[in-house]
């Protein structure tokens, strides 16, 4: 907006100065090109007078000294004749004989005088001709012409023109000046509301902006303040309750947890039914609270990134955390009866914590093996994506029709074939946020035949000073056939290493 408001401003103050300095300029041309024209004018009448004073009393001696005096302190050319053409006074060279010279004669003695009309400019050095008739009434004797040196005429409009180009510059740099007080003065008040803005939307409390600029930013700038408040005063208050509630609530729960464990020794086999009921509802509410306060937490990291930015040391090798992470949870899967597979990518570094990472892969991992149904194969990757560094849970259960892919990220949403497996629904909302929080983003899609693929994407972190990158196996390999299938992201040239239990590593095939 900055350079928009000063652009109109600058572009106002070269149109006025313009419009000031190019008529200006104009006159002080016109006004010297006169000033030269009335003074060889001047001596026109003069020699006129004295030619015609030669025509009538045949004395021509006069007129000869005083064109030839005026030709060596002037320099300036006269040529001289009588009526019928003849020369009577030639000097600087100039001769009736020229044809320029010889049709401002002819002019001259029709009783034409003869004035250059055009006004000087400092690039003008040809002399100009004057020609004027002598004699009285209707009666001409002779013809005059002059030729006129420009030189000094030429030289003072230069001079003139180049004080008033001075004037103009010392206005135009005062003009850009006052310009760019000027939009400082208006465009300051909102680039601090825009700061403010930003914090706002990114969940935080933002200092309140300062009052200033014109009257109507600073009513704007005043009623956003209150707005602010008012908005800031919402969020923290729903953010409290949030995470007030799952605090005060957790050891309430942990207490009956206890009381109703002790009561499992003293039941009767009738009362198992219920009491497997009850122990499933109170893991449910805790992992819900987990859920409600890693939600929490999640957004309000993602606000701080929004507004400060990431630190340099923010990164991760997403390869290994998602290679840990996937052993981590290979035991989950073998009693869920799922395949779980993991590909030691080589692709270079995500700008995200570890700690990040591997919550994004455990939820991912966890959904995967809750929804994909025993015998599924889950397949955990990390693909590169220009910029971007990809982690890819995909899986070959049943998968997710178009619409209910639509309402995926959707807080508490659950599809009503998953209702009864446990999960409170915000799992994908608090991976969706931290990868929102670095500046990526989350994407589904279906697997052909049947299956899922949820991809996070994370920028990828910097390349350190005194580091020197390798090549992108992922951008430099070509594709393996028909891994467009599945989505595996893996290269012709660079085979998977498997996870196996233990932590073994079996090159070239998945186990």
């Not at 313009?18 to 009335?38: D, I, N, Y």
């Not at 250059?116 to 009285?136: E, I, Y």
């Not at 994909?372 to 955990?380: D, L």
């Not at 074939?417 to 999960?423: I, P, S």
Request: charged fraction near 25%.
């Amino acid at each position: 907006m900055r350079a928009r408001v000063l652009t109109a401003l600058l572009a106002f103050a070269v149109l006025a100065l313009a419009g000031f300095t190019v008529p200006l300029m104009t006159l002080t041309a016109s006004e010297r090109t006169q000033k030269l024209t009335v003074a060889r004018s001047d001596n026109l009448d003069r020699f006129a007078t004295l030619t015609d004073q030669a025509a009538r009393s045949g004395e021509t001696s006069a007129l000869v000294a005083e064109a030839t005096r005026y030709t060596q302190i002037y320099g300036e050319a006269v040529t001289i004749v009588d009526a019928r053409r003849t020369p009577v006074v030639q000097t600087g060279g100039m001769r009736a004989s020229d044809p320029v010279v010889a049709r401002l004669v002819d002019a001259a003695l029709r009783n034409q005088p003869v004035f250059p009309t055009s006004t000087l400019r400092p690039w003008n050095r040809d002399d100009r001709l004057f020609a004027r008739p002598a004699g009285s009434g209707t009666r001409v004797t002779g013809a005059v012409v002059l030729r006129a040196s420009v030189g000094a005429a030429a030289h003072d409009i230069a001079i003139r023109w180049g004080f008033i180009l001075m004037g103009t510059g010392l206005v135009a740099v005062a003009c850009v000046v006052l310009a760019l007080a000027a939009t400082r003065w208006v465009v300051r008040p909102l680039h601090r509301l825009d700061r403010a803005v930003e914090e706002l939307a990114a969940g935080l409390p933002p200092q309140h902006a300062q009052v200033g600029g014109p009257p109507e930013l600073r009513k704007l700038v005043t009623g956003f303040n209150r707005m602010a408040d008012t908005v800031t005063a919402a969020l923290d208050q729903q953010r409290r309750l949030v995470a007030d509630t799952s605090h005060q609530l957790r050891n309430p729960l942990t207490a009956l947890r206890l009381r109703v464990d002790s009561l499992g020794s003293r039941l009767p086999s009738s009362a198992n039914r219920t009491y497997t009921g009850v122990t499933n509802e109170l893991e449910r509410m805790e992992r819900l609270l987990d859920d409600l306060l890693a939600l929490a937490t999640a957004e309000q990291r993602a606000g701080e990134l929004t507004v400060n930015g990431a630190r340099e040391d923010d990164r991760c090798d997403a390869a290994a955390v998602a290679l840990d992470r996937a052993q981590l949870w290979r035991p989950v899967a073998d009693r869920a009866g799922v395949l779980l597979r993991a590909r030691d990518s080589p692709c270079t570094e995500a700008a995200c914590t570890e700690t990040e990472l591997a919550q994004a892969v455990d939820v991912l991992v966890d959904n995967a093996i809750k929804y994909a149904g025993r015998g599924a194969e889950v397949v955990v990757d990390t693909v590169c994506d220009g910029p971007l560094v990809g982690l890819e849970v995909r899986d070959n259960g049943q998968g997710l029709t178009e619409d209910e892919l639509a309402h995926l990220a959707d807080r508490f949403w659950r599809s009503e074939r998953h209702r009864g497996v446990r999960g409170s629904g915000l799992g994908l909302a608090i991976v969706e946020r931290i990868a929102a929080g670095r500046g990526g983003r989350i994407a589904f899609r279906t697997v052909a035949p049947h299956g899922l693929s949820v991809k996070v994407f994370l920028p990828r972190a910097e390349s350190r000073p005194g580091v020197q990158a390798g090549p992108d196996p992922c951008e430099s390999c070509d594709p393996l056939p028909g891994g467009a299938g599945l989505g595996t992201g893996s290269c012709a040239g660079h085979e998977p290493s498997v996870l196996v239990p233990g932590g073994d590593r079996t090159e070239g095939r998945y186990l």
